[in-house]
Structures are given as structure tokens and as C-alpha cells.
């Protein structure tokens, strides 16, 4: 069975500071990754998604994320975060098109300090 | 809207008591999904609905719930003989086999137990 770690529960960084939210993830196939952000009293929302190809993408909000299949790790990146940034963020792991009954990770909440 | 659409945004109910979630997915998404977002657990999968297939619904917790989706669309998730332990955030997605693995989540019903 699929499974993703978030090994960070909360973490806290300055505005203007750079970011990187760690997602480790346990699939037999090459996983279809996700990271989802939601902000309070809000629904969650795609930040980016990866299925195959370059293994680093881009997603909104200025977000990136790197798949690196060595470490089965999905870690998303920000080179400056904002005070808007502060939210829940989610790693989800998926098998196939078509069926995007997700795995979701229990979530780092990002605090961010003046 | 054109968004997930869920009710109540807020329900308090007793112990023991029945209690009925509604999800209105987006107009055209032929998969709708039910997750559990519990505090530090993470999103927890419940059922999934694709077409007219039999649901998914490996990941219901008991025989206490439910879940029915009429005519395609809108979706009630049912909980019988609620008990405490069942307080939680229940979160309603919808998709598109188009959107290549994107879920859009409602904003969630809160359920407290009492």
C-alpha cells in the first residue's frame, strides 16, 4: 500500500526567508505526487502536481518541488516566502489516471514571523 | 458557485444521534470523493465515487457510515449512532478525468460529537 511521511509537523520561518517542506513517500510504482496547501478556513488547493518527465516542477504561488526517486522524496521548495504563505500544506501520492484516490500526509503547518 | 459546494459548513450533534453530510461536486465531474481530515491525522480516505462503477469504499471506518450519490451529482454521507471519536472535518472533492489528477475539495463539513 501507498504511504507518504511529512516528517515536520510545524515549522516556522521568517517572511522573505527561504522554504523547503520535506514529503518522503512508499509506492511500489512510479507515484503520481501532489502537494496540496490549504489555508485557514479554506478548501485545499493544487500547488503542483508531478506525473512523469522533468522532475522538477513548478507550480502557483511561485512554488517548486523536486521528485527524486533515489529518496523517494517530493520535497517542495520556495526561494522567498510571504506572510500569505502561511498555511497547511499537504504531500498526496496517487497510482493512476482516472482514479485519483489520494494518500494524503498528515500535513506541516508553515508559520511565518516578520 | 462553480466550486464543491458543502452542507452544513457546521454541525453539532449528540451522541448516538444520525447525521447526514451533503457534497454538490462541480457540474461535469464524474468522480466525487469523501475524506476525513481529523486534527494531526492527516486526510483520511473514506469512499469514492466514479460514474456509474460500484463506489470504492474500502475506507469507510464502520458499518455506521455511508454514502450514496443520486443521479450522478450530488452526494450524502451518512453517519448512524455518531460517537465522539467521529468529530471531524468531512471533506467532499470532486474531479474530471481531464484534470489529470486534480481533486477540488468543498470547504469542508465540521462535525462535533457531544
Known amino acids: 500500500a501507498q504511504s507518504v511521511t511529512q516528517p515536520d509537523i510545524h515549522i516556522t520561518v521568517s517572511e522573505g526567508a527561504s522554504l523547503e517542506l520535506r514529503c518522503n513517500y512508499s509506492?511500489?510504482?512510479?507515484?503520481?505526487l501532489f502537494w496540496y496547501v490549504q489555508s485557514p478556513g479554506q478548501g485545499l488547493q493544487l500547488l503542483l502536481k508531478?506525473?512523469?518527465?522533468?522532475?522538477l516542477v513548478q507550480g502557483i504561488k511561485g512554488f517548486e518541488a523536486e521528485f527524486k526517486r533515489s529518496q523517494s522524496s517530493f520535497n517542495l521548495r520556495k526561494p522567498s516566502v510571504h506572510w500569505s504563505d502561511a498555511a497547511e500544506y499537504f504531500c498526496?501520492?496517487?497510482?493512476?489516471?482516472?482514479?485519483?484516490?489520494?494518500?494524503f500526509g498528515t500535513g506541516t503547518r508553515l508559520t511565518i514571523i516578520p | 458557485g462553480a466550486g464543491v459546494s458543502q452542507s452544513p459548513s457546521n454541525k453539532v450533534t449528540e451522541k448516538g444521534k444520525d447525521v447526514e453530510l451533503r457534497c454538490d461536486p462541480i457540474?461535469?465531474?464524474?468522480?466525487l470523493y469523501w475524506y476525513r481530515q481529523s486534527l494531526g491525522q492527516g486526510l483520511e480516505f473514506l469512499i469514492y465515487?466514479?460514474?456509474?462503477?460500484?463506489?470504492?469504499k474500502s475506507g469507510l471506518p464502520s458499518d455506521r457510515f455511508s454514502a450514496e450519490r443520486t443521479g450522478g451529482s450530488v452526494s450524502t454521507l451518512t453517519i448512524q449512532r455518531t460517537q465522539q471519536e467521529d468529530s471531524a472535518v468531512y471533506l467532499c472533492?470532486?474531479?474530471?478525468?481531464?484534470?489529470?489528477?486534480?481533486?477540488?475539495f468543498g470547504e469542508g463539513s465540521r462535525l462535533t460529537v457531544l
Open positions: 472533492a470532486s474531479s474530471s478525468s481531464y484534470n489529470t489528477g486534480e481533486l477540488f
Open positions: 508531478y506525473f512523469s518527465g522533468d522532475t
Open positions: 498526496a501520492v496517487g497510482r493512476s489516471f482516472g482514479n485519483e484516490k489520494l494518500t
Open positions: 457540474s461535469g465531474h464524474t468522480a
Open positions: 465515487f466514479q460514474g456509474n462503477s460500484a463506489p470504492d
Open positions: 509506492y511500489g510504482a512510479t507515484p503520481y
